[in-house]
């Protein structure tokens, strides 16, 4: 018979401290789940105001989908990408929706979320600055702008890369932007408690 038992050492007890102040329960799970969704529909809809060419469109729905990303994790960050998607079409109706534009942006929240859990670095603010780039390059120049060029008939009289260069070469400026204006949210994100500790 074993009677040993864990010996609570001071950095056991500190690290089960963290793990139960940052761990939500499923009704907060939700609850920010539809928090952010409303917020990223609300930043849509400001970025109509914010059009100066276009080609050219300042929407800030990005930093919310990063800040919903890392917070509820995978699911629930692709979750709060797909509702504010669909949302947003309906709201603010510009044609068919596109559902491979659909898939991109639900993707955006699934790889941020695995890109804030997997990435082994414990400064949130590279890791918010990494997954914007990742996001960035794979989702909105790739997936999504390949799903434009060929679902709205550019590929018939341009190639995807004359499509880019002319339609969607300022949209890493505005990824940009909204990677900037996540940076000062962190803060908050980690008192308000949806953020892990960094600190041992």
Same mark, same amino acid.
């Given at each position: ?37 409303? $917020? ?6 400001? %970025?109509?105001?914010?059009? *100066?060419?276009? /080609?050219?469109? !300042?929407?800030?729905? @990005? ?65 918010? $600055? ?6 960035? %390059?794979?989702?909105?120049? *790739?997936?999504? /702008?390949?799903? !434009?060029?060929?679902? @709205? ?48």
């Amino acid at each position: 018979m074993n009677n040993q038992q864990e010996i609570a050492t001071p950095d056991i007890i500190a690290d089960k401290a963290v793990r139960s102040q940052n761990t939500l329960s499923e009704t907060k799970k939700m609850t920010y789940t539809a928090v952010f969704a409303a $917020l990223a529909v609300v930043m849509k809809f400001i %970025g109509q105001y914010l059009t *100066l060419t276009p /080609s050219f469109k !300042i929407t800030l729905i @990005y930093m919310i989908w990063l800040m919903a990303a890392a917070c509820l994790g995978i699911v629930r960050g692709g979750l709060v990408c797909f509702i504010s998607d669909i949302l947003g079409a309906f709201i603010l109706p510009q044609g068919a929706i596109n559902p491979f534009v659909v898939m991109g942006n639900t993707l955006y929240g699934v790889i941020a979320g695995a890109t804030f859990k997997l990435v082994p670095i414990k400064n949130n603010y590279l890791k918010f $600055l990494i997954m914007g780039v990742v996001c960035t %390059g794979l989702c909105t120049c *790739l997936i999504n /702008s390949a799903a !434009i060029w060929y679902g @709205y008939g550019y590929y018939e009289t341009m190639s995807f890369g004359v499509y880019f260069v002319t339609f969607r070469t300022m949209q890493p400026i505005v990824a940009a932007i909204n990677i900037a204006l996540t940076m000062p949210m962190i803060p908050l994100l980690k008192k308000l408690k949806l953020l892990p500790d960094t600190k041992k």
